[in-house]
């Protein structure tokens, strides 16, 4: 038995190694866009890309847009959807590249209207996705092209959607997941975006490279998610349906549509080959496991959304809000991510729950508000007397709750503050009162609030500035098409950026 207990050991200490690689574990998500409504052909590549995968024990993302949904119902392609349906289904827009797309109709809203746009806009044809393939909820939406808006982002739990996966430059947090006005994001995956070419003689072997110098980056920093994504109709098109028919803002009525040129059959054949060799790769690495985009609430996490606010964290918070001079993604003792939009949720309970009980309390929710809906005001207060303080802290914290969202300004009588600037005030009265109790649950208030001036919000930085390309670049808005009002919207809501952290961890 003692010889038998040795060997174990030294079994164990033989595994420890292949022990730690399998913690580092490599996320793959596949996902298709699923949009051509126009060539018929894309219907049966769909159906095929999902067998392929089938075959292999692969489950991807299919998002699929509204009228690709009506299309195939109209052309009787059960099989198609029956196809789809063994795999995870999301959305990607009602019509795509019809004019106006999101981000054109979406050029000069401010951020409610904007909300509403595209719920009126895009609700429906989410229906009709969900209708088609018969489930209650889709994984994931992402924009056509590069027709990115925030408002989007923020209105997909009002038409069933539950996260936001594409690719582009306009929001981003270190080539990982993040959360973003309240959702949780794939995009902006920078190295982890892996994509192998369908069609070149050489495509496999640098695909297979390109996911190699991925996949080992990861597993040597403690794991990752990698993003691979494509759209059934490249096996079977020469060209995008909609770059034929909506390029550079043309907008043919429907009767005038065209087909897009097709591929001959070898070269789609050859593409499928390859591409079930490159899953077929990706399936042979060690600690690769593919995910859907409906896994992702369960493998990612918001903790201190669900875990709240104990005392050591709001004072955790307020000391290094309280620091300043910018507001910025900070961590309490036990890891846990809190952005600047849940600073300002936790700090306004704990302080509004502090002066209405006149007592510490030992807990807060963190539910994560949305960042301001207007570019808020210079700060017009230096300090303000504790009545003042206290009135304009209730206030804030009482539209923070109602409206879901930190406010624009927070009025001192009919001076007006940026929330940034009051959030960095509250934090240091928190730091205050929670010295002066010295544990117990006494408050003793400030006689005067300090307000600081000229808070910025550093995660801004992680939204892209308006560039010719960041919108001009797809080829289906027209020549030069920018939309400034739509990246200052997407600045305001870093207050909701943070990393995305792995569940259980
Ligand atoms: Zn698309």
């Not at 040795?6 to 866009?33: C, K, T």
């Not at 429906?124 to 489930?135: S, Y």
């Not at 996490?301 to 309280?322: L, S, W």
């Not at 109602?402 to 001076?415: E, L, M, Y």
């Amino acid at each position: 038995m003692r010889r038998r207990a040795v060997l174990l050991a030294l079994a164990a200490f033989l595994a420890a190694p292949s022990l730690r690689a399998a913690e580092a574990e490599v996320l793959v998500v596949l996902w298709f866009d699923t949009e051509d409504y126009l060539l018929p052909a894309s219907d049966d590549a769909a159906r095929r890309v999902a067998e392929i995968l089938s075959a292999r024990g692969v489950r991807a993302t299919f998002k699929v847009v509204g009228e690709k949904a009506r299309v195939l119902a109209r052309r009787g392609r059960s099989d198609v959807v029956a196809a789809l349906a063994k795999h995870d289904i999301g959305y990607h827009s009602n019509l795509h590249s019809v004019h106006p797309t999101p981000a054109e109709y979406l050029a000069e809203s401010g951020w409610h209207d904007g909300m509403a746009e595209f719920i009126r806009r895009e609700g429906a044809g989410a229906r009709d996705v969900m209708r088609t393939f018969g489930v209650q909820a889709l994984s994931a939406y992402g924009q056509p092209g590069s027709s990115w808006a925030p408002q989007a982002v923020a209105a997909l739990p009002q038409i069933g959607v539950a996260t936001y996966v594409d690719e582009g430059g306009h929001v981003g947090f270190d080539e990982q997941p993040f959360w973003y006005a309240g959702v949780l994001n794939v995009f902006n995956m920078g190295r982890n975006l892996a994509r192998m070419d369908l069609h070149e003689e050489g495509g496999l072997a640098r695909g297979r490279d390109e996911f190699q110098a991925a996949y080992e980056r990861l597993r040597a920093s403690g794991g990752g998610l990698i993003s691979v994504y494509y759209h059934p109709a490249e096996w079977v098109h020469r060209e995008f349906w909609d770059a034929v028919n909506f390029r550079r803002g043309a907008n043919p009525p429907r009767e005038h549509w065209k087909q897009p040129p097709q591929r001959p059959r070898e070269e789609t054949d050859a593409a499928y080959q390859r591409f079930d060799q490159y899953v077929a790769y990706q399936l042979s690495l060690p600690g690769v496991r593919h995910v859907t985009a409906a896994d992702l609430p369960g493998l990612y996490t918001n903790r201190i959304r669900t875990d709240g606010a104990d005392v050591a964290t709001v004072r955790a918070v307020a000391e290094k809000v309280a620091k300043g001079p910018a507001l910025d993604v900070v961590s309490d003792a036990q890891g846990r991510l809190v952005s600047p939009a849940e600073q300002f949720a936790i700090l306004g309970r704990f302080l509004s729950r502090a002066i209405k009980e006149k007592a510490i309390v030992r807990w807060v929710e963190a539910t994560p508000p949305l960042g301001p809906a207007r570019r808020p005001p210079a700060t017009e207060v230096n300090e303000l007397a504790w009545p003042a303080f206290r009135d304009a802290l209730l206030d804030a914290f009482d539209e923070t709750a109602t409206q879901g969202q930190v406010p624009a300004r927070v009025f001192a009588g009919t001076k007006q503050i940026a929330p940034a600037d009051f959030l960095r005030a509250a934090a240091a009265v928190t730091v205050q009162i929670l010295d002066a109790s010295r544990g117990g649950p006494i408050v003793v208030f400030p006689e005067k609030v300090a307000v600081p001036r000229g808070t910025t919000v550093a995660a801004e930085r992680y939204v892209a500035d308006d560039t010719a390309d960041l919108f001009g670049g797809w080829i289906i808005h027209p020549e030069g098409f920018r939309a400034p009002r739509i990246v200052e919207m997407a600045k305001l809501q870093a207050w909701t950026l943070k990393p995305a952290e792995r569940a259980g961890r």
